[in-house]
């Protein structure tokens, strides 16, 4: 069993308040889940309404395949429009 973790470090330049963060926020992590079949939660800086901190987490039986998933996971979240990647840390397990 391989456990792959990816942390996305994502600042909201355009969000003025916490109700737009969260449609921003929710967006990207819908389709992250719908695409890859992956969990996603919002895990830090809730409460900051230009930065938020999403956990992304899958298991796999070959690590191939679940650094494959995170690592278009992570593009897809480097091209979205309304979040900019400020950093990120993956490992798997």
């Known amino acids: 069993m ?9 600042a909201l330049r355009g969000a003025h308040s ?14 992250l889940r719908s695409r890859f079949n ?5 895990v830090n800086a809730q409460d900051n ?7 992304v987490a899958i ?6 395949f679940v650094k494959g998933v995170l690592s278009k996971a992570l593009e897809m979240a480097r091209r979205d429009r309304e979040c900019e990647l400020v950093g990120f840390h993956m490992e798997t397990f």
């Open 49 to 55: 309404w230009q930065r938020a901190i999403l956990g």
């Open 59 to 64: 298991v796999g039986n070959e690590t191939g």
């Open 18 to 31: 916490l109700k737009e963060k969260r449609r921003a926020v929710k967006s990207l992590k819908d389709r």
């Open 38 to 42: 992956i969990s996603v939660a919002e």
């Open 2 to 10: 391989v456990v792959g973790v990816l942390e996305l470090d994502l």
